[in-house]
């Protein structure tokens, strides 16, 4: 047993750009916020927008194989084409779109916008990016949809994912995420409270594409899972990626301890796209 870091403070872990800004900026930002602090009290305080009530339920866990400390991963609307692998991270401070799917996407180099500052990831490795560039971004469909224009950092580096959504899309969406139920609930155009919930498999894929794929390796492609279903919604067949044809695995509802799984695969608003 470790001793206890009694007495002991953590104020950092790494250092990184607050909104994908520069650090000057950065310094500029604390500053306006502590003087907010200083000059104004709770109650004059700018407040937020309001904001229905939002709860999570144990319906919301339906389907979802626990113990679990899968990440979120949705299929999200970006720029009007479907991308699939995007991770919802609360901790990055900008929103990501890697060159694969910046490239796939068609859109063109001429439209990002030069960027001066680095990207400082959590261990301190440093990367610049190709550019920014605002595109739309959609969650949900028809009247549970919400719209946002949003900046992303393109970055040139090998990932699991095609993007990643930081705070800034979370807090434009006045979205909440929990990982426990692998689901975001965000306030619609109409003013709603809905949610989309990731795919526990397409979390699961992403964290064996990352082992077979460490930085600095080339990129290792990525097949849609093949789902199948019985009569009774319990069964599913997964083919995982960089398989051969014959090593297709059959999952049910008793492998919940499986490394494998199809996540919510009795929901019909489950994503389930690897």
């Not at 870091?5 to 953590?10: A, E, F, I, N, Q």
């Not at 550019?131 to 949809?145: E, F, M, N, R, Y």
């Not at 789902?227 to 919940?256: F, I």
Request: proline share 7%.
């Amino acid at each position: 047993m470790p001793p206890l870091s009694t007495g002991r403070g953590v104020d950092v872990i790494t250092g990184g750009p607050i909104h994908g800004g520069t650090v000057s900026g950065a310094k500029k930002h604390l500053a306006e916020h502590r003087h907010l602090v200083c000059a104004l009290d709770v109650d004059n305080r700018p407040r937020p927008a309001t904001i229905p009530e939002i709860v999570f339920t144990e319906e919301d866990a339906r389907g979802v194989v626990f113990p679990h400390d899968d990440p979120l991963v949705l299929i999200t609307k970006i720029n009007g084409a479907d991308i699939k692998r995007v991770l919802v991270d609360g901790g990055s401070s900008a929103n990501v779109l890697f060159v694969q799917a910046f490239n796939e996407m068609n859109i063109g180099r001429q439209y990002l916008k030069p960027v001066s500052y680095p990207v400082i990831g959590f261990n301190g490795s440093i990367v610049r990016p190709q550019g920014s560039i605002v595109l739309p971004v959609k969650l949900g469909d028809g009247p549970q949809a919400r719209d946002v224009m949003a900046e992303f950092l393109v970055v040139d580096v090998k990932s699991a994912y095609n993007a990643i959504i930081g705070r800034p899309i979370i807090h434009d969406m006045q979205a909440v995420v929990s990982t426990y139920h692998l689901a975001i609930a965000y306030v619609s155009n109409l003013g709603a409270v809905e949610k989309v919930y990731g795919g526990q498999a397409m979390s699961k894929s992403c964290y064996v594409t990352a082992l077979k794929n460490p930085v600095g390796s080339g990129p290792v492609p990525c097949n849609p899972y093949i789902v199948k279903w019985d009569g009774q919604l319990k069964t599913a067949s997964v083919k995982l990626m960089n398989l051969q044809p014959d090593q297709l695995y059959t999952l049910t509802h008793e492998v919940a301890g499986s490394k494998y799984n199809t996540g919510k695969i009795n929901s019909g608003i489950r994503q389930c796209e690897a």
